[in-house]
């Protein structure tokens, strides 16, 4: 799929999804749950495993 392409499918101009591209700290999360969709992409988020969190008697981050 070409950046026009793309962008046409987001519903922006190209030169924007190309600044979009250059400063990719910048997109806001529907902006890129709506790029992801379009590339096929499925983002998946979960906790870690209890062992992946922190070694064995330390609590770990109080959230």
Known sequence: MTQSELARRLGITQQTLSTLERNAAKVN???????LNLLGVELVLRRPAPTDLAPAGDEGPAW
Do not use: T
């Open 29 to 35: 999360a529907d902006r890129l749950l709506q790029l």
